[in-house]
């Protein structure tokens, strides 16, 4: 089977699979989705990027009784971004069981809100370790219905120190349920989970091999990091460059310095709140900062189109993260670039991390001093969202009928739960941001904001 529609799907769903782009199955779904339909537990090795999220999320939907008011299913991540990003992908497969309730648990939110939406009732939990506990902890969720626990990039969670968080998780669940284990790697301490956890597993190991990725490597020796990552910016020209530090104080430092240069630059690091975090990535993704300077929480779970380059303005520490912070690039059939600044540090470093790596001189760049990575929109962001039934064809329209903008000055419009942002050339943004304001979205007022 290589297509959704050979399996024995409702036909609802295949039309919504259709209307969302899924016709064929990428490799590691059709290995997995019949194991999981036929409620079998499974170890699956995927690289991030490879569809895993649908491989388990559309045998979870078709399993999800709605209106139970209990959580039937469990799915832990490491990150928040990873867990917006898995509740996004639900959601859009369970369009024809428009009752499914998904309900994210992380960090950097507020407990109580969270709290809130629980007591609503919650089909499918996505959360973090630490948060999930601390809720089981509180009494605020209830785990004794769960039939089907996911454990999502799981050896990102044991590197992040999640392994003793997730078996007292796991203690707490019904003994008879389906389990669940994704995986990118698969290092050795990743067999005490299993054995826990997973009983009698099917095994699947994914290689990729019906897709290249096509990344150029290259490394540049530097006795001034700062200098040389402008040289690279100025040299190079990308639409959209993420640049990958060690620390979050770096981070902050390093997009204060390229903002005094004249670069548009979003941040992400874990001081951060979530609504932070999640405008940053928005407007790096819609063209707004078409810089991202990130620590290696952006190096998973961050799967924006259109990345000409990846930096490693600091070397990683690990070889996979080297792997995962390139991963970033070169994706959906596009040519990557991937480029590491190589101070002594990261000369002593290179031989664990990269060792066929060829390190060139920075005069082998060319730098165009006039150039300056600035984005082309600027986003307003609408007090509303998929609560308020408003849709982007309904932003679309009031922006091209009622102000007068051409379609070609709109960029991308997200929709969320409770506000809606849209991508506005910067050339019409201050018309676009009064119409908006002063005027009337479905026959609506709705509050606007310029980010």
């Known amino acids: 089977m290589n297509y ?195 009983d009698n597993p099917i095994k699947m190991e994914i290689e990729d091999t019906d897709k290249h990725i096509d990344i150029e490597e290259r490394g540049f020796k530097s006795d001034n990091k700062d200098k040389t990552l402008i040289q690279i910016l100025q040299s190079f020209q990308p639409n959209l460059a993420l640049i990958f530090c060690a620390t979050k104080i770096k981070t902050t430092e390093l997009s204060e310095t390229l903002h005094n240069k004249g670069f548009d630059v979003a941040t992400l690091n874990g001081d951060l709140e979530q609504y932070e975090r999640q405008e940053m990535l928005l407007q790096f993704a819609n063209g707004t900062l078409p810089i991202l300077v990130a620590t290696d929480l952006a190096s998973r779970g961050l799967d924006i189109e259109g990345i000409d380059i990846v930096i490693n303005y600091d070397i990683p520490t690990k070889a996979q993260d080297y792997t995962h912070r390139i991963g970033r690039t070169g994706r959906a059939d596009a040519k990557g670039l991937a480029i590491t600044i190589c101070d002594d540090y990261a000369m002593g470093k290179l031989k664990d991390i990269r060792p066929s790596l060829v390190v060139e001189e920075t005069d082998q760049l060319r730098p165009d001093k006039n150039f300056l990575l600035q984005g082309k929109y600027s986003t307003i962001c609408i007090d509303g969202g998929k609560k308020k039934k408003l849709r982007a064809g309904d932003i679309l329209g009031t922006l091209c009928k009622d102000i007068g903008l051409d379609a070609k000055d709109i960029g991308k419009i997200n929709i969320y739960d409770n506000n809606s942002f849209v991508a506005i050339d910067k050339s019409v943004i201050k018309k676009a941001y009064n119409g908006l304001k002063n005027g009337k979205i479905k026959k609506r007022k709705f509050r606007i904001w310029w980010l």
């Open 4 to 198: 959704f529609k050979e399996l024995n799907l409702p036909k609802e769903l295949l039309e919504n699979l259709s209307k969302l782009g899924f016709e064929q199955m990428t490799p590691i779904q059709k290995e997995s989705i019949p194991h999981i339909i036929k409620g079998k537990d499974i170890i699956a090795r995927a690289k991030t990027g490879s569809g895993k999220t649908v491989a388990f999320a559309l045998p979870l939907i078709l399993k999800i009784k709605p209106k139970q008011r209990y959580p039937q299913s469990l799915i832990i991540a490491p990150t928040r971004e990873l867990c917006e990003q898995i509740a996004g992908e639900i959601k859009n497969i369970a369009r024809y069981k428009p009752d499914t309730k998904v309900v994210t648990l992380y960090g950097g939110t507020s407990l109580t809100n969270q709290v809130t939406s629980l007591e609503k009732g919650a089909d499918i939990l996505v959360g973090t370790p630490g948060r999930l506990l601390d809720h089981f902890s509180r009494e605020t969720i209830g785990l004794s219905h769960i039939q089907t626990l996911i454990l999502d990039e799981a050896d990102r969670m044991l590197d992040m120190g999640f392994g003793d968080d997730i078996i007292k998780i796991v203690s707490n669940l019904p003994k008879k349920r389906q389990n669940l284990l994704f995986s990118a790697t698969y290092p050795d301490n990743i067999n005490k989970l299993t054995s826990i956890i997973l």
